[in-house]
């Protein structure tokens, strides 16, 4: 992996007027600086491949359509690009500057319930977004969430699926490298949808609610395995402080059969957003089909859509 990184410093140097000050991050495919904009127009981060690097094309093809989708997509938790382009053997994205991802929040500890619902509001109204345009992202994880500046913004779309294009990207899993967030249907190559991106929200969410990476290991094949077999529990019956209601929420999203998950984006951005102002959990019981367990004043179950209990 660490031969796909431009291995020189490029601290100092400019790219079409943009002076690259500290590196701060690296991903699967390039390193992120911060740098000084032209004109004295304050500063941005701007993401590098070395193409003199790169063995891969499809890591070339990725980046290169990342900056054409980003470029049509003008939304408040979606991460804003100034410009991008190549200069001598670097491709170059340039895009608003952030404190810092989502996964250098990540511990051991659970994070406050408010923190788990603005995440998945703020990133659940960005997948609403570009699902509207048929665009699936397909590589959510913490490392692709950044703290704007007043916000939680979604990046990296090098992977995103464009449903009405006739081109085919694929995604190789090995190459996304963090199973622990994937919709099995993706690490299966089955085909993908909107509810592939709800489940990888719905697993950040049980991450941060639990203190704990669904599905933890290191192993590819071990970790599908575990999706397939070992459904989410609530993440309440693990953490207390996480409300009921928050908990049946994230178990949904992260059904393992898509038919028994959000039938939309905006049906789970609703249910997330209702959160915020629960009352105390209430009497439960189990459903007679899918058998999850079930808020007694819910008239059907939430999972299967059955009626009666």
Not at 271 to 276: K, Q
């Amino acid at each position: 992996m660490l031969a796909w990184f431009t291995k020189k410093d490029l601290a100092g140097t400019k790219l079409d007027g943009y002076l690259l000050r500290d590196q701060i991050g690296a991903g699967e495919f390039a390193k992120v600086y911060v740098a000084d904009a032209p004109d004295g127009k304050g500063q941005v981060a701007i993401k590098v491949l070395g193409l003199s690097e790169v063995r891969d094309k499809d890591v070339v093809k990725h980046f290169e359509r990342q900056a054409r989708l980003l470029e049509k997509l003008d939304h408040p938790n979606i991460v804003k690009i100034h410009a991008h382009g190549r200069t001598r053997d670097q491709l170059w994205i340039a895009m608003d500057l952030a404190a810092k991802s989502l996964d250098k929040m990540l511990g051991d500890q659970p994070l406050p319930e408010d923190l788990i619902i603005d995440v998945g509001s703020q990133i659940g109204g960005a997948l609403q977004f570009i699902h509207q345009r048929r665009i699936i992202h397909r590589d959510l994880k913490p490392s692709n969430i950044l703290l704007g500046t007043h916000s939680y913004v979604l990046s990296d779309f090098g992977f995103a699926k464009v449903l009405d294009s006739s081109s085919v990207v694929t995604i190789n899993p090995k190459k996304v490298m963090n199973l622990h967030y994937l919709a099995p249907e993706i690490a299966l190559g089955l085909p993908v949808t909107a509810k592939s991106d709800v489940f990888s929200l719905g697993a950040i969410m049980y991450h941060l609610a639990t203190g704990k990476a669904p599905y933890n290991g290191t192993n590819p094949v071990r970790i599908v395995e575990k999706q397939l077999k070992e459904p989410l529990p609530n993440p309440h019956t693990l953490n207390s402080g996480i409300s009921y209601e928050l908990g049946m929420v994230i178990r949904k999203a992260t059904t393992v059969e898509d038919r028994f998950r959000y039938p939309s984006t905006a049906d789970f951005v609703r249910d997330v957003r209702a959160c915020r102002h629960i009352q105390p959990p209430k009497e439960a019981h189990q459903c007679l089909g899918c058998r999850q367990m079930v808020p007694a004043e819910f008239p059907r179950c939430p999972y299967c859509g059955r009626k009666s209990f």
